[in-house]
């Protein structure tokens, strides 16, 4: 007897002790784990609740393999340890073992509080069907489900297909077993109900709870927010007695999303003005608002602010302020500034160097982005799509392809954003072959109903000659944006479908779609490339007149260039005179070429002259000028021209021109002798031309700018690289194929001349695409019409 009683003093010792582990801290395991010791020392072995209590420390420390230890040497284990063990299961993200733990365990024995472990344990792991089947086989075992039940059950509806259905039997279940006066249960269906996008339901039960909570409150408005309902959720805000800040929060986060900039920026004041906490998210809401709405001064003020009042900040505070400061500096191109935040952090993460890469990319620096790029310590599919993207917009379209290509090697599956930055290198080399061959891979891997990757294959097919995979593409595409009309527009009017250009752009009107700045450009390109003077003065005046879109530098320079490619220099000089602003370079440039076309000399070489002031780094100014003189038979000033562009350092563009051949690119200079067959070429060349001459062709010599002999002159036109490209397509292409030449300037008038009378020999389209738009020849014509 004595010594039952000596035992039962030590065990009631041992119990108080391990009460200390309670509730659960960092030093409960070790404490635990210091008496589990003890007691092994001593001698003593713990049964009963010793036992149950040394399993539930263990467990709630994650320290399973310890609590199964224990838990086998039980013989008979209760309900108790199961419990314990099976939850720590569920919350490690072991659910199998727990659902075999589950399973394992006697009907006779189980509880509710057992039934609501193994639910908690799916809820965790988001498996709201198993959820809701144990719920229902609870009932089956006539198990009383409590507040706890509910509330985790609710939590599990989140992954259900039908969960409105399920949200609406389990709510009259609620009703019906009496825990409807929990808050928590009431709060779990609100935010189903909230999930389920029914404001409605939600609103209603939100109002029917007797003592809200801070959960209450937070769950309808973040609701409202998320559905949009922004003016409701600011009704309840402002009703608030306690002003939350999880709920200013809310209401501050979902005024940016919807670009109601002025209210948060107003709600961000008015929470700093009532006393309310500002917190990590209250900053990252309003600093990502002067980022969205450009407030560059405001979002300085607010990050002079966080410096001020937060002096030692947490890494939870600092992290994502620092991110989103980082994106405010980058898209108000001061990318110096992200930088210098970014090296002073303490700690960093993918955000914060995705965040850097995209301000060198977006501001056009991608040298320094690739220096990044190679330097980060690890990628996501973002730091991916930002650098071929960026590639891609900036002229690096090689190494955007190949960049895809190493991100597949690397064990990245691309995403539809990822095809879109490689199909837009597609579009800047004119390599249709590799552009098909994605659009192929798009298709197999089912992301074709991808919008971004639609957009990108229509501008591709266009810019790679193929007009009409780009229509076909754009009629079959599931869902259409204002960026897929601007771009089938755009690609109309690159290839002289002028009328058609504008058809669409009525059509656009029709369904809804409202047109912004660059749907104008390209009608008023389109205007330009077809000749349609009187209408594109029509969609100039209508941008402000109806849409309130101001027009810019750029829209100006497309009015002013049809009307010199028209010949109405008057009009120009009109326009120009009449912009708010001084005349930029697009502007001069437009001014310059239609006087060159025209033989406008005088009024050609001020606008030339206005250029090199303006531009004095840009080769095309200096030759424009000198090509202007050398038409007018001034070569002393052509020469001129040309020496000073030699002596400010400028170096002109060379000329190339480049045709896909059997999946490889061949790339041709003027005066070629680099490409192995470029002989053959000129011997080619040397056949033709007898032939075009008999159909009426006759070399211009007017366009080559350089005073030597007649007979010399036609030599060099026979040299022009675009000739040279075509010569070799028409070598190389089967028989009948459809020749695609890219240039990277503008196609010279002998070269056009020449080409129209080249289809008619050979019998087959030829497609030049130069550095303004396309021209189709078919049969002695151009789809230009010689505009």
């Known amino acids: 007897m004595k010594g039952s009683d000596f035992i039962r003093t030590v065990a009631n010792r041992y119990a108080s002790q391990l009460q200390l582990c309670y509730p659960q801290t960092l030093a409960s395991f070790s404490l635990a784990k210091t008496i589990h010791s003890h007691m092994i020392t001593f001698g003593f072995h713990p049964r009963g609740h010793l036992l149950n209590r040394l399993i539930d420390v263990y467990s709630k420390s994650s320290k399973i393999i310890y609590a199964r230890h224990l838990f086998d040497q039980i013989p008979e284990p209760d309900i108790a340890s199961r419990t314990s063990l099976l939850l720590a299961y569920s919350l490690s993200g072991d659910v199998k073992t727990a659902q075999k733990m589950f399973e394992e365990t006697p009907l006779s024995i189980r509880d509710s509080v057992f039934y609501n472990a193994m639910i908690t344990g799916y809820s965790r792991n988001e498996d709201g069907n198993s959820c809701i089947e144990l719920f229902r086989q609870m009932l089956r075992d006539e198990f009383r489900p409590d507040d706890f039940t509910f509330t985790t059950v609710l939590g599990g509806l989140a992954r259900v297909f039908n969960k409105v259905m399920q949200c609406k039997q389990l709510h009259g279940l609620v009703l019906k077993t009496g825990t409807g006066f929990f808050t928590s249960v009431l709060n779990a269906l609100v935010s189903v109900y909230v999930n389920c996008g029914l404001m409605f339901e939600a609103r209603k039960l939100f109002d029917e709870i007797d003592t809200k909570d801070e959960l209450s409150w937070t769950t309808i408005v973040t609701g409202y927010v998320r559905n949009d309902e922004l003016d409701a959720a600011r009704e309840l805000v402002d009703g608030m007695s306690e002003k939350l800040a999880v709920a200013w929060n809310a209401m501050i986060s979902g005024y940016v999303h919807c670009n109601r900039y002025d209210e948060a920026v107003d709600m961000f004041r008015k929470m700093y003005f009532m006393g309310i906490k500002i917190d990590e998210f209250a900053y990252t809401s309003v600093i990502s608002c002067c980022a969205n709405a450009g407030l560059f001064y405001l979002g300085k003020q607010v990050h002079c602010y966080v410096l001020r009042t937060e ?424 028989r009948g194929a459809t020749v695609r030449v890219f240039k990277n300037l503008r196609i010279c008038g002998d070269c056009h001349s020449a080409f129209k009378f080249m289809s008619k020999v050979v019998g087959r389209e030829i497609v030049v695409r130069d550095a303004k738009r396309f021209h189709h020849f078919r049969d002695s014509q151009c789809s230009c019409g010689d505009y």
Not at 662 to 683: I, M, R
Request: overall charge negative; proline content about 4%.
């Open 311 to 734: 002096a030692k900040p947490t890494l939870d505070f600092s992290l994502p302020v620092n991110n989103a400061l980082i994106t405010l500096y980058c898209k108000c191109d001061k990318v110096d500034w992200a930088r210098r935040i970014f090296d002073n952090m303490p700690v960093r993460d993918i955000v914060s160097w995705n965040a850097i890469l995209s301000g060198y990319v977006n501001a056009g620096r991608i040298d320094e982005g690739r220096l990044f790029f190679s330097k980060m310590p690890e990628r996501n599919h973002l730091t991916w799509n930002v650098m071929i993207s960026g590639l891609a917009q900036n002229g690096f379209g090689e190494e955007g392809l190949k960049l895809f290509n190493q991100m597949k090697s690397e064990g990245f599956q691309p995403c539809d954003y990822a095809f879109a930055g490689a199909i837009s290198s597609c579009s800047m080399l004119g390599a249709l072959e590799n552009g098909r061959q994605l659009h192929a891979q798009l298709v197999r891997l089912g992301l074709d109903s991808s919008l971004s990757a639609g957009n990108a294959l229509i501008t591709m097919y266009a810019r790679c000659g193929v007009v009409e995979a780009s229509n076909l593409l754009f009629l079959t595409m599931p869902y259409l944006d204002s960026v897929s009309w601007n771009a089938m527009i755009a690609a109309l009017g690159q290839h002289g479908h002028g009328i058609q250009a504008l058809e669409l752009f009525e059509q656009m009107l029709e369904a809804g779609i409202s047109p912004d700045r660059i749907t104008f450009l390209t009608i008023l390109s389109a205007c330009s490339h077809a000749g349609l003077v009187k209408e594109s003065k029509y969609y100039f005046n209508l941008m402000d007149r109806f849409y309130g879109i101001i027009p810019g530098e750029d829209h100006y320079a497309r009015l002013v260039d049809v009307l010199c490619r028209a010949g109405k220099f008057l009009e120009a000089n009109d326009v120009i005179s009449s912009m708010p602003f001084e005349p930029g370079a697009a502007v001069w440039e437009a001014l310059l070429a239609g006087c060159r076309t025209h033989g406008n000399v005088d009024l050609g070489i001020q606008a030339a002259e206005r250029l090199i002031e303006l531009i004095p780094h840009h080769d095309g100014s200096y030759v424009l000028l000198s090509n202007m003189y050398a038409t007018a038979g001034r070569w002393n000033d052509a020469a001129n021209a040309r020496k000073l562009m030699r002596d400010r350092g400028v170096r002109k563009e060379p000329g190339c021109s480049w045709v896909e051949v059997e999946n490889k690119v061949h790339v041709f200079l003027v005066d070629d002798t680099v490409h192995p067959e470029v002989q053959a070429v000129y011997s080619y060349l040397n056949k033709l031309v007898p032939e075009m001459k008999r159909l009426g062709y006759v070399p211009d010599t007017k366009f080559v700018l350089h005073d030597i002999e007649s007979d010399q002159k036609e030599r060099v036109l026979s040299a022009h690289s675009e000739k040279l490209a075509v010569a070799f397509a028409l070598m190389r292409l089967p």
